[in-house]
């Protein structure tokens, strides 16, 4: 059967009409969506924010909002959904399994070099330097439809593809631009794998797993000396005499990270007509 949405707006004012004033909906709106659950679907530009970010591409029920309310309820929300049908409509979403717990201390970038002058060395947590959960918000969901959230979700897709049924990996490792968060973290790897499981029901792939993310940077050459006379930053490219020359006395340190999700997702069995995909123009 083909569904025809004639007017989502108007359904859903007179779905949530129903729902807390028991206003009955107009029969030609009922024939339009005939759901009880819909996908919620954000613009995926930057200025979503990011818990709406967050439900993107996840299933609700029109009865049972989530805490941010229903798309579009909240104040300048400009997200939208679109009706679920079991079997036919794809969503794919990564939920957050740990709390994101921050030192109340955040460090400034002056803190970065104040370390490297006289932390000797000691390996810092973006939890100790409270920039665990803008990191992790930065690296799911800037850059919207290049967020790395997206990103993932096609890639997992297109490994499920590959895999049919059963248990199945998927290993990523990306440098990621995190000067919004703060300048001295520059560009930074975040590593990780995905691992679950995979069936499929009439031509849809039901994935569920969960996805580790480890980030790591290195804090050195603050002064862009060794970037400049050779190219890199890197503190294995020199010897360790020119290594504490170039970093004006300072001490290499590394930055780590980690957190996990749960990922779902249904999609298309079929590539080539799936929202989920790697998408490979440039
Ligand atoms: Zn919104």
């Known amino acids: ?140 969901y800037y850059g919207g439809a290049e967020s790395a959230f997206r990103q993932l979700s096609n890639q997992i897709a297109d490994e499920a593809r590959g895999q049919g049924s059963g248990q199945f990996s998927y290993v990523f490792d990306r440098s990621y631009d995190f000067r919004g968060v703060a300048t001295s973290h520059g560009y930074a790897v975040v590593e990780g794998e995905f691992e679950g499981s995979v069936s499929s029901h009439r031509g849809y792939l039901e994935v569920d797993g969960s996805i580790n993310f480890r980030f790591r940077d290195v804090f050195t050459d603050p002064f862009g000396i060794r970037d400049g006379l050779i190219g890199t930053s890197d503190p294995d490219a020199v010897s360790a005499f020119w290594r504490r020359l170039t970093d004006g006395g300072g001490t290499v340190y590394n930055i780590t990270g980690q957190w996990r999700t749960r990922f779902r997702a249904e999609v298309a069995l079929e590539r080539e007509v799936s929202e989920y995909r790697v998408r490979k123009e440039n």
């Open 1 to 140: 059967m083909q569904i025809e949405i004639v007017n989502p707006d108007n359904y859903r004012r007179a779905f949530l009409a129903y729902i807390r004033k028991g206003t009955p909906i107009h029969l030609s709106l009922k024939q339009g969506v005939p759901t009880t659950h819909y996908v919620w679907r954000t613009l995926g530009d930057d200025k979503v924010r990011p818990s709406h970010a967050a439900n993107h591409g996840r299933l609700f029920s029109w009865a049972n909002p989530p805490a941010t309310g229903h798309p579009g309820e909240d104040y300048n929300c400009r997200c939208d959904w679109i009706p679920y049908i079991p079997g036919e409509t794809e969503f794919a979403y990564h939920e957050l399994l740990d709390e994101l717990t921050d030192s109340p201390e955040r460090w400034g970038d002056d803190d970065f070099f104040r370390h490297f002058f006289e932390g000797e060395g000691r390996e810092v947590t973006l939890s100790d330097i409270g920039h665990l959960r803008a990191i992790v918000n930065q690296h799911a």
